[in-house]
């Protein structure tokens, strides 16, 4: 049999991520080996885990260092990397959207400034809109760049919204709804598709589980 790598999100998403794989009966102890080791191996159930951040999954799967991996849809949608998304896993909900104080939704401005870590999402959004925007890429706190000046509008994710109101914003639209997804390397795919098939179908009936809920 061979051996499968995943690529696992650390952070927010890495409990919800390890869990499925032990509810799957796919993978054991890994939450336990997992603390600042990135690398785990199952020998028993020939899976190898690897820790990395969310933005880099599709990375390590496109070139194939990983079989698989988890992130979330809003990663690639602002990456496009060729890999195939073949499962939404029903966790890490939260929502794109364009924000600002509500002074930015009341009145119509040309030429507006947004601030995100989503480059190419904001791009490809104001685009469709015929919008002409300036797009100035930040790597965090991006709530900040309205109320100093640094842009008039922010295109960012949103879950509870306690960031956006504690920051006197408000969400002015939706780009579109986000979850984490399984990916899947392409050759991988074709050279290990049993096994990948396998575990596609170990996971979907978790998944199931969540949507009962
Ligand atoms: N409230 C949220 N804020 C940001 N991302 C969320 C939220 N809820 C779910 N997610 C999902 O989690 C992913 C980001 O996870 P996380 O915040 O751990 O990574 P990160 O942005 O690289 O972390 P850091 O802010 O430490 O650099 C997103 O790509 C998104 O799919
Ligand atoms: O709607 P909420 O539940 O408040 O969550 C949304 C916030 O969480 C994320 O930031 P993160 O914690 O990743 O920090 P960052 O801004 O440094 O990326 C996101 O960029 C928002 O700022």
């Known amino acids: 049999m061979e051996n499968i790598s995943i690529a696992l999100p650390k952070g927010r998403m890495a409990d919800s991520a390890i869990t499925l ?20 191996n199952d020998y028993k159930n020939l899976m190898k885990f690897m820790l990395v951040k969310p933005i880099d999954v599709p990375t390590y799967v496109e070139h194939g260092a990983a079989d698989l991996g988890i992130c979330g849809k809003d990663i690639l949608l602002e990456q496009k990397k060729d890999c195939y998304e073949v499962l939404d896993l029903k966790f890490g909900f939260c929502k794109m959207v364009v924000a600002g104080p509500k002074e930015a939704r009341d009145s119509f401005l040309t030429n507006k400034r947004v601030a995100t870590k989503f480059p190419n999402i904001a791009e490809e959004f104001f685009r469709q809109k015929g ?35 504690e920051n006197g914003l408000i969400v002015i639209e939706e780009i579109f709804p986000s979850s984490a997804r399984l990916i899947v390397n392409k050759a991988s795919l074709k050279t290990k598709s049993q096994r990948i098939k396998e575990i596609i179908i170990k996971l979907k009936e978790v998944v199931k589980t969540f949507e009962e809920v």
Do not use: M, Q, W, Y
């Open 21 to 40: 794989f032990e509810k799957a009966g796919i993978a054991e102890n890994i939450l336990k080996d997992i603390s600042r080791k990135l690398v785990v």
């Open 131 to 165: 919008e002409n925007v300036e797009i100035i890429k930040l790597n965090g706190s991006v709530e900040l760049a309205p109320i100093v000046g640094l842009s008039e509008v922010i295109v960012d994710i949103v879950e509870t919204g306690n960031t956006l109101r």
